[in-house]
């Protein structure tokens, strides 16, 4: 069966420093990857998404990926964090089909001043 | 433009009751989703909207729980009898189609409160 895992629950880090979010998916087919980001009382914000290609893919407020498919990850980084990135992030994989994405548990980043 | 809006933002209510949630999806999309989010369950799929039919389903947690979408464009998700593990935040998206290229925005949200 299709899932994500996010195995990390809660990251704190310091204003300018980096930061990589990791994401872990279980798909049999090519994976159509995504991540979102939740601020307080949000919305979900589409980020970056992956269907093909260079796996090294670029997203809105300075966010990268990087798929590796050897490793079945689609890891999120940041080489310097602001404290307005302070949210919730989530990876999903796309089904084909009509697009049902499948969504990991969430990853809730703190930043500290 | 305008994105996707939900409506009530907050909804408290008492055991047994019904709610409806209202979801308006950006102007044109003819594709809509319904995904519910709780403590312990994540972000879960709950039923997809092509024009006004709902092909996929599966997600609906039980027979209490329906929805539907009128003119390609409103849709409403309405959950009878509520009972206190239907309290969540109820997330609703929009995209121009359903190709995977096709981005899904999504709307506020819902929270559900059941008393």
């Known amino acids: 069966a299709q899932s994500v895992t996010q195995p990390d629950i809660h990251i704190t880090v310091s204003e300018g420093a980096s930061l990589e979010l990791r994401c872990n998916y279980s798909?049999?087919?090519?994976?159509?990857l995504f991540w979102y980001v939740q601020s307080p009382g949000q919305g979900l914000q589409l980020l970056l998404k992956?269907?093909?290609?260079?796996?090294l893919v670029q997203g809105i407020k300075g966010f990268e990926a990087e798929f590796k498919r050897s490793q079945s990850s689609f890891n999120l980084r940041k080489p310097s964090v602001h404290w307005s990135d302070a949210a919730e992030y989530f990876c999903?994989?796309?089904?084909?089909?009509?697009?049902?994405?499948?969504f990991g548990a969430g990853t809730r980043l703190a930043v500290h001043p | 433009g305008a994105g996707v809006s939900q409506s009530p933002s907050n909804k408290v209510t008492e055991k047994g009751k019904d709610v409806e949630l209202r979801c308006d999806p950006i102007?044109?999309?003819?594709?809509l989703y319904w995904y519910r989010q709780s403590l312990g369950q994540g972000l879960e799929f709950l039923i997809y909207?092509?024009?006004?039919?709902?092909?996929?389903k599966s997600g609906l947690p039980s027979d209490r729980f329906s929805a539907e979408r009128t003119g390609g464009s409103v849709s409403t998700l309405t959950i009878q009898r509520t009972q206190q593990e239907d309290s969540a935040v109820y997330l609703c998206?929009?995209?121009?189609?359903?190709?995977?290229?096709?981005?899904?925005?999504f709307g506020p949200g819902t929270r559900l409160t059941v008393l």
């Open positions: 992956y269907f093909s290609g260079d796996t």
């Open positions: 798909y049999g087919a090519t994976p159509y």
């Open positions: 102007s044109g999309h003819t594709a």
């Open positions: 909207f092509q024009g006004n039919s709902a092909p996929d």
């Open positions: 998206a929009s995209s121009f189609g359903t190709r995977v290229t096709d981005t899904q925005y």
């Open positions: 999903a994989v796309g089904l084909g089909g009509y697009n049902k994405l499948i």
